[in-house]
């Protein structure tokens, strides 16, 4: 089964530094999604994908994240001069054209310290 | 006002009930809504969606869409102790095709 998958899964970093994750969407999917999650609260929309093509961008995704799907593949999610709110789950989904459903990765759990 | 509220809950039911959760959304051009069950530092994982008015079943549970209320709902039938977990319910399209979330439920179904 290729679900969704998420690297790394969790990450530790400083505040100031750069991080970036990677996303890998089921792989008959078009459209990727990344949302962030915080505690207690539900997935935030972030950005979404559709084949290489980023369609969507929320205003939560200020100019230090960058996201990328170069090939229509895999994703890549950074943040630079990160901070502690920066704290977070952060989840891809994806979806294929026909269908609305969105599967969700593992999610990679950021901490900023 | 949130495109998607739910009642954060907690919500609890012993074994064997029925538990009973609900959804508004703002939105009337929303077309799909979906619920997630989400444990405890684990991903949300789809367990239902709905696109038409009415009920659909899948098991023990069962999604219910009123458009006209703006209104969607789950049932789950015969709770166990393993459906304990935050329920996230989802609609959309938003803009171009992203959903919008609840703050989601938590359950605690009791032995």
């Known amino acids: 089964d290729t679900g969704v998958s998420q690297n790394p899964r969790h990450k530790i970093t400083k505040r100031g530094q750069n991080v970036t994750f990677r996303c890998d969407p089921i792989s008959e999917h078009n459209r990727l999604y990344w949302y962030r999650q915080t505690l207690g609260q539900g997935p935030e929309f972030l950005t979404y994908?559709?084949?290489?093509?980023?369609?969507?961008k929320s205003r939560l995704l200020s100019d230090r994240f960058s996201a990328e799907r170069p090939k229509g593949s895999f994703s890549t999610l950074e943040i630079q001069r990160t901070e502690q709110g920066d704290s977070a789950m952060y989840l891809c989904?994806?979806?294929?054209?026909?269908?609305?459903?969105?599967?969700f990765g593992p999610g990679t759990r950021l901490t900023v310290t | 006002q949130k495109e998607v509220e739910q009642n954060s809950g907690p919500l609890s039911v012993p074994e064997g009930a029925i538990a009973s959760l609900n959804c508004t959304y703002s939105?009337?051009?929303?077309?799909?809504f979906f619920w997630y069950r989400q444990y405890s530092g684990k991903s949300p994982e789809l367990i239902m969606s709905?696109?038409?008015?009415g009920d659909k079943e899948d098991g023990r549970f069962t999604a219910q869409l009123n458009k006209a209320s703006q209104y969607v709902s789950l049932l789950i039938r015969d709770s166990q102790p393993s459906d304990s977990a935050t329920y996230l319910c989802?609609?959309?399209?938003?803009?171009?095709?992203?959903?919008?979330f609840g703050a989601g439920t938590r359950l605690t179904v009791k032995p």
């Open positions: 939105d009337r051009g929303s077309q799909s």
């Open positions: 989802a609609g959309g399209p938003y803009n171009n095709n992203d959903m919008r």
């Open positions: 709905i696109y038409s008015n």
């Open positions: 989904a994806s979806s294929s054209d026909r269908y609305y459903e969105q599967y």
């Open positions: 994908f559709q084949n290489e093509a980023q369609l969507e």
